[in-house]
């Protein structure tokens, strides 16, 4: 399975990036599909993730801020981020679980940095 992540950037803090993900190769249904996030010096933290019930969780720090949508059974995700700020810099995994395989997948990552 290949997690191909896009739309990292460069943004001035407040302004908006939407990134994409989207999963190849054969694989059974994913139950959720989400973003993670680390800086710098920090652990991989969770930003969002949709479940294929369409059950969505989001970290505190965004709420309000990013939205994420797509379907986990469609083997696509998105999050829209807005109102970036500069404490949002660091790079997006996109994440996809199988859970009754205990199976959990990574895509390579895109580096979002946000400018004061």
């Known amino acids: 399975v290949q997690l191909q992540a896009s739309g990292g950037g460069l943004v001035q803090a407040g302004g908006s990036l939407r990134l994409s993900c989207a999963a190849s190769?054969?694989?059974?249904?994913?139950?959720?599909m989400g973003w993670y996030r680390q800086a710098p010096g920090k652990q991989r933290e969770l930003v969002a993730s949709?479940?294929?019930?369409?059950?969505?969780k989001y970290a505190d720090s965004v709420k309000g801020r990013f939205t994420i949508s797509g379907d986990a059974a469609k083997d696509t995700v998105y999050l829209q981020m807005n109102n970036l700020k500069p404490e949002d810099t660091a790079v997006y995994y996109c994440?996809?679980?199988?859970?009754?395989?205990?199976?959990?997948?990574w895509g390579q990552g895109t580096l979002v940095t946000v400018s004061s």
């Open positions: 994440n996809a679980r199988v859970d009754w395989r205990n199976q959990n997948f």
């Open positions: 190769g054969r694989h059974f249904s994913f139950n959720v």
């Open positions: 949709v479940s294929s019930g369409g059950s969505t």
